[in-house]
């Protein structure tokens, strides 16, 4: 199974912060790499999927990039509604496999 | 819009049975394929199974395989899981999710739903 690893677990930030979570997954996974927002009593929200591309909907502000086992979120100005958890997921074989989640919490 | 609404959970000792359903609205269920994922109270996601849109071909996390089973009904717009001998660790939220995919598998989800509670307790 591919191990996915996020780094921070947790992140404390303010409004108009720019931040970067890490994902870093066990193998290769070429461009195989998504990003999903959760709050609290909620499903997950698809942001980003392979890497770089935004779903539809999603402000501009997120950004994904990355390739190969080492892959980025970065929230270039920090909104209140932001303030989440975060996971990436890779889609390169199954079992599908997610990281272990960043929360992002208001400073 | 798409709608995928979970239902059928709830309190249930191990060894026991549970069915879980998931009704979908807003988009041609019989085009895509769909995935059950779980997440235990306070903890991260784990996928649990894929089913193909066709229903053709089924793929399980090694965590419930032998125990749980996928099945859709594309008459009825309905995804199910079938969860058999539970055990105390399959406490969780379960949501249905909607593969990206139309007719072709992208295995990731751009539509959850709002997850119903498995408790498997005594």
């Known amino acids: 199974d591919i191990q996915m690893t996020q780094s921070p677990s947790s992140l404390s930030a303010s409004v108009g912060d720019r931040v970067t979570i890490t994902c870093r997954a066990s193998?290769?996974?070429?461009?195989?790499l998504n990003w999903y927002q959760q709050k609290p009593g909620k499903g997950p929200k698809l942001l980003i999927y392979?890497?770089?591309s935004l779903q539809s909907g999603v402000p501009s502000r997120f950004s994904g990039s990355g390739s190969g086992t080492d892959f980025t979120l970065t929230i270039s100005s920090l909104q209140p509604e932001d303030f989440a958890t975060y996971y990436c997921?890779?889609?390169?074989?199954?079992?599908?496999?997610f990281g272990q989640g960043t929360k992002l919490e208001i400073k | 819009q798409v709608q995928l609404v979970e239902s059928g959970g709830g309190v249930v000792q191990p060894g026991g049975s549970l069915r879980l359903s998931c009704a979908a609205s807003?988009?041609?269920?019989?085009?895509?394929?769909m995935h059950w994922v779980r997440q235990a109270p306070g903890k991260g996601l784990e996928w649990v199974a894929f089913?193909?849109?066709?229903?053709?071909?089924?793929y399980y996390a090694d965590s419930v395989k032998g125990r749980f089973t996928i099945s859709r009904d594309n008459s009825k717009s309905t995804l199910y899981l079938q969860m058999n001998s539970l055990r105390a660790e399959d406490t969780a939220v379960y949501y249905c999710?909607?593969?990206?995919?139309?007719?072709?598998?992208?295995?990731?989800?751009?539509?959850w739903g709002q997850g119903t509670l498995v408790t498997v307790s005594s």
């Open positions: 999710a909607k593969d990206r995919g139309y007719s072709g598998t992208y295995y990731y989800f751009d539509y």
């Open positions: 807003g988009f041609t269920f019989s085009g895509y394929d």
């Open positions: 089913i193909r849109y066709d229903a053709n071909n089924e």
């Open positions: 193998q290769i996974i070429s461009s195989y």
């Open positions: 392979t890497t770089s």
């Open positions: 997921q890779q889609s390169y074989s199954t079992p599908l496999t």
